[in-house]
Nanobody, 121 residues
């Protein structure tokens, strides 16, 4: 089970940190990812991190602004979002990936519930 939190309303240029706490599985051997779905758009890949945390992957639109990280002792993955833009407004979902090494646009094993991020202009 994945429990996401940390969403909210922020102004353009602001920051948020999303958290996703995992339970019921061996978190430390799983690659994790964040996806998002904006209104009237398809869900899209945002970032991924390998099981060890050694490898990270970002979609081009968030490179240099978002940082994915993990704390295996806390069974939690994070998404630090800086320099937020209105186009970042979406429901953000965390996910466990099939490939423990992660990757771009990876296949998802299981989804968490979403957390809403709204960036005002």
């Amino acid at each position: 089970q994945l429990q996401a939190s940390g969403g909210g309303l922020v102004q353009t240029g602001g920051s948020l940190r999303l958290s996703c706490a995992a339970s019921g599985r061996t978190f430390s051997s799983d690659a994790m990812a964040w996806f998002r779905q904006a209104p009237r758009k398809e869900r899209e890949f945002v970032a991924a991190i390998s099981w060890s945390g050694s490898n990270t992957y970002y979609t081009d639109s968030v490179k240099g602004r978002f940082t994915i990280s993990r704390d295996n002792a806390k069974r939690t993955v994070y998404l630090r979002m800086d320099s937020l833009k209105p186009e970042d407004t979406a429901v953000y979902y965390c996910a466990v990936l099939e490939d423990p090494n992660g990757g771009f646009n990876p296949r998802v094993d299981s989804w968490g519930q979403g957390t809403l991020v709204t960036v005002s202009s």
